[in-house]
């Protein structure tokens, strides 16, 4: 990677977020609706992105905290009427405090053992949300009542069922956790993050305290995973078991690695593609299992980089 | 019925489950060991297993035990056959990489999965068993077809068993599983290893779906739950060694069959979930295996 000039990035992420923006204005009513989506999601994707990208730890239980998230924020809502931004806040600090656990159980395993122990967690809290369906309704899911999302600021009321507020929002959260991610990966902390995907070692040679760096790193990743599910729950209204399925730990993976681990953009492009190639493909066939589980073998065969990993290596080394 | 007979009925029921168990979790056990390929499509190649057990079995006319006879022995070769054929056009191209392996058969799981699911449906379907005698005891009466599970595994297992510590090919495989660079300069064909031995795994989850499959029914979802009991097993056995396989694969069902007995399954479940992902935490060597090299 060779050194990446500030304003060079800061402009490519600026001008990102300001065509999102536009796009706003331009969009049918359909892709409006599934872009709004795709940001969410993608912020999934980039909390995902900087355990596996930047620390090179692969867990394939990050439903969990997607779902903590979605739980936190929907049961607050729907359970004790909390106010929007509070629920929010309840469904972060469930995904942190819940991040921080697992960190503390599972980073003390490596390589296959952590893939396992973490799938083995978010398969023990998926059993959870089933086995207290009284509350969570099980694999039916709930429905978080429209007159409970509604987003008060001063005097202005915000209904977060409004395809403009919904897609805003959806912006401003993508926006923040994308900025905060630039400034996490360009930062002394995300140095020694790569330090140690690099070579361990080697890191704790130079006198890094290796548990409590990643340890930060999987609250991290595992709280903005948390906001987007929070924010999933009180913008798309639905609560459910699926979320915490294992399938929905493997999407963020695939889209990290379609778009380009260990690149901030990587996560929204892989996103972006994988909903669309979905998307289109389910005009055709139901099988869209079938097209996650090629564009898989296809990705980790031909393409290990992703879509802008490729392009950083070829052409733009300044990527961040 | 009274709570003796009850348990009596539960340890049988955990035992039929144990002996399939087993096998499905010794080729899963074999893969990690000898490749360091941890196979997350496994579950899968045990659901293709009953799935070609349901068509060999009513391609074939005749008496149920003719098609069952076929489907015991041509249904694992077809499954060896795609695992080997997945083997080569995937996994070694990886060069077995863990991380990158592992993506790649959640890939096959997917693949398979839907493959099912579009050729074969989403119903569950029964397979006639061979025979239908019940043996009758004091308390209750017993499906004489589970018994016969039970005895079959259990001779699989033996020689299971007695290839891999008995035999050249065994001695091939130890070999490899030890050091794998030591073997290929000694002139062992590692490569060709891996590829039997990736296909020996999947054969042995496809015969116990055929085992089981007169008793449950072929369904495309049905790989999921082998393959979670089969990490279990694989981890509180110690990964890579058989005895402690078969003895955690015999404690799993044996406890799994009496815990649904008295208790929710979905409670079972977690209870059981958690304890193993905590054995891996703290011992991840398992409860039986040695310290790791």
């Known amino acids: 990677m060779k050194e990446a000039s500030p304003a060079k990035a800061y402009t490519l992420h600026l001008g990102v977020i300001v065509l999102l923006f536009t796009l706003s204005f331009v969009l049918p009513e359909y892709h409006h609706g599934l872009l709004a989506r795709i940001m969410v999601l993608a912020v999934f994707a980039m909390g995902y992105n900087l355990l596996f990208g930047y620390v090179g730890l692969l867990s394939l239980g990050h439903a969990m905290f997607f779902s903590a998230g979605l739980y936190g924020a929907g049961l607050a809502v729907i359970h004790l009427g909390w106010s929007v931004p509070a629920a929010f806040a309840a469904g972060l600090a469930c995904g942190a405090l819940l991040a921080l656990v697992i960190g503390l159980l599972a980073l003390r395993t490596s390589g296959v053992a952590f893939m396992i122990v973490t799938m083995m967690f978010a398969q023990v809290f998926y059993l959870i949300i089933l086995y207290f369906a009284a509350w969570t309704g099980g694999d039916q899911g709930l429905v978080v009542p429209q007159s409970a999302r509604v987003l008060v600021l001063g005097d202005t009321s915000l209904g977060l069922t409004d395809p403009t507020v919904r897609y805003m929002s959806a912006l401003v959260l993508f926006s923040i956790v994308l900025l905060a991610a630039l400034g996490i990966v360009r930062s002394r902390y995300g140095r020694v993050l790569v330090a140690i995907r690099e070579n361990e070692e080697r890191t704790k040679m130079l006198g890094y305290d290796i548990f409590s760096n990643k340890l930060v790193a999987v609250v991290v990743s595992g709280t903005i995973c948390a906001a987007s599910g929070a924010a999933y729950a009180l913008l798309f209204g639905y609560v459910g078991s699926t979320f915490a399925s294992v399938q929905y730990s493997i999407l963020p993976l695939l889209w990290v690695l379609l778009g380009g681990a260990a690149t901030t953009l990587g996560p929204l492009i892989g996103t972006l593609f994988m909903y669309y190639v979905v998307d289109i493909t389910s005009g055709y066939t139901s099988a869209y299992l079938l097209i996650v589980g090629i564009a898989l073998i296809l990705l980790v065969l031909f393409f290990p980089r992703g879509i802008l990993g490729t392009i950083r290596q070829r052409w733009l080394g300044w990527l961040p | ?293």
């Not at chain 2, 208790?263 to 479940?269: R, Y």
Request: no cysteine.
């Open chain 2, 1 to 293: 019925m009274h709570f003796g007979p009850h348990l009596l009925l539960a340890a049988l029921e955990g035992l039929v489950t144990s002996a399939v168990l087993a096998l499905t979790a010794l080729g899963l056990s074999l893969v990690f060991g000898v490749m360091r390929v941890v196979n997350v499509a496994h579950g899968e190649f045990f659901m293709l297993g009953a799935v070609l057990a349901w068509a060999i079995s009513t391609a074939i006319s005749g008496h149920p035990a003719l098609g069952f006879l076929a489907a015991l022995v041509l249904a694992p070769l077809i499954v060896g056959l795609i695992a080997l054929v997945s083997e080569r056009l995937v996994l070694r191209r990886l060069n077995y990489n863990p991380e990158a392996t592992i993506v790649a058969t959640i890939g096959m799981l997917y693949i398979i999965q839907q493959l099912a699911l579009t050729f074969y449906g989403p119903e569950a379907r029964p397979v006639e068993p061979p025979f239908s005698y019940r043996i009758l005891l004091p308390w209750f009466g017993y499906s004489g077809y589970k018994l016969w599970i039970i005895a079959a595994s259990a001779l699989l297992l033996v020689a299971t068993w007695f290839v891999l510590t008995r035999t050249k090919i065994g001695l091939v495989m130890r070999a490899t599983q030890y050091d794998s660079e030591t073997a290929q300069a000694f002139g062992i064909p590692v490569d060709r290893v891996y590829a039997g031995v990736f296909a020996l795994g999947a054969m042995l989850a496809a015969v116990a779906a055929v085992l089981i499959v007169p008793i449950s029914q072929a369904h495309y979802l049905m790989g999921q739950d082998p393959l979670l009991l089969s990490f279990i097993v694989v981890i509180i056995g110690g990964l890579g060694s058989l005895r402690g396989t078969v003895v955690a694969a015999v404690l799993i069902g044996l406890s799994d069959g009496i815990i649904s007995v008295f208790f929710s399954p979905t409670l079972a479940k977690i209870i059981a979930t958690l304890l193993v992902a905590m054995v891996l935490v703290f011992r991840p060597q398992g409860l039986f295996g040695t310290a790791s090299r």
